[in-house]
């Protein structure tokens, strides 16, 4: 049989939403192994007390945050926390040698100032700042597969990105014209208890929050300047849809050329996507849904031209939980391993 061993792997902030999702997935991976469960507030419970469901696949307890103790039993961590912790762990993670995937805002910003400012934390941790890379493999793919610390994208700018990458890349719209209308389940809000994510506040209505402040707009702004070649603003709006996961990102840009129709932009995005086996280009006239993706890491991207207002309409279809936020960070450890990016994932959706 040879000596085959799997690469041990932890989770910090396994009781959350985006932590249960990674036990899931990582039970299923091929080449990783499982071997520590780690967070403050849960530490010394048994991770099947948290969830029940578990319990026939999952024997392991919460542990206490020791890094070095972390580091000497794991190879590779993920970092499942609120904004605002990741920061005070990850540093010392490195430096004893983990690859770090963190699933926070805290890594994703170049600009600490642009960080504070958005989430209200001073940071000093620059250094480590400069070398985290950001995880949208579609787009920094050769970065991923040279880091040892991968900042995961936030689930809309995840769908967003993915809508409007081909466009900024090749200059096809104007830049400052981009508007995002998405909407995204409760499960975008996290486990945490909080009012408007209720059932009976949640279900059967439909809201928008943090119009024109959200967190993910700094974000998504700083991506599209980078594929833009200067400053780009964009116009984001969240709204909560009553269901569990899914987001639905639909896109609106003025299109340079207002000669191009719809079959040369499906030709266009093919293209840019041929090396992207996550990203399904839908055939014209055919629009994605949420259901499509649940419980997979794919995106799926519907295109629209619309000749009288000379725009551009994309769709963008993920699941919230794990192309949004799980999934695509195993994708991005299978990148840094130089594992094939699909291994371990799963490729379809749970439908209906």
Request: contains cysteine; proline residues 6%; aromatic residues 8%.
């Amino acid at each position: 049989m040879g000596n085959f061993r799997r690469v041990p792997v932890g989770i910090i902030g396994a009781s959350g939403y985006g932590g249960v999702q990674l036990v899931r997935l990582l039970l299923n991976h091929p080449e990783l192994e499982l071997v520590y469960l780690g967070g403050e507030n849960s530490a010394g419970k048994s991770f099947s007390d948290i969830y029940p469901h578990l319990a026939h696949v999952v024997n392991l307890k919460v542990e206490a945050l020791e890094p070095e103790a972390i580091a000497r039993r794991c190879e590779v961590v993920f970092l499942s926390l609120p904004n605002g912790l990741a920061c005070e762990i990850a540093p010392k993670l490195l430096e004893y040698g983990c690859k770090v995937l963190d699933l926070s805002a805290d890594y994703r910003f170049r600009d600490l100032k642009t960080y504070s400012n958005w989430y209200g934390k001073k940071r000093q941790d620059i250094e480590t700042v400069t070398n985290a890379i950001y995880g949208l493999p579609e787009l920094y793919r050769d970065r991923i597969s040279d880091t040892q610390l991968v900042a995961c994208p936030g689930s809309y700018p995840t769908a967003s990105l993915l809508a409007l990458s081909p466009l900024l890349k090749q200059g096809l719209i104007v830049p400052e014209s981009g508007i995002i209308d998405g909407k995204g389940g409760t499960s975008t809000g996290g486990r945490q208890a909080e009012t408007h994510l209720l059932l009976s506040e949640a279900h059967n209505t439909l809201g928008a929050f943090n119009v024109a402040r959200h967190r993910h707009t700094p974000e998504i702004e700083q991506i599209c300047s980078d594929l833009a070649g200067h400053e780009v603003t964009v116009q984001f709006t969240h709204h909560l849809i009553p269901m569990v996961r899914g987001i639905l990102a639909t896109v609106y840009a003025t299109l340079r050329d207002p000669g191009l129709v719809r079959d040369d932009l499906i030709t266009i995005y093919k293209a840019f996507y041929r090396n992207s086996p996550w990203v399904k280009i839908c055939e014209p006239g055919i629009y994605p849904q949420t259901k499509w993706t649940h419980g997979s890491n794919l995106c799926y991207l519907g295109i629209e031209v619309d000749p009288r207002t000379r725009r551009v309409i994309v769709i963008s279809a993920i699941d919230n939980l794990i192309k949004g936020q799980s999934g695509q960070a195993i994708q991005c450890l299978n990148i840094m391993m130089g594992w094939d990016e699909m291994l371990g994932l799963p490729k379809l959706g749970f439908y209906p």
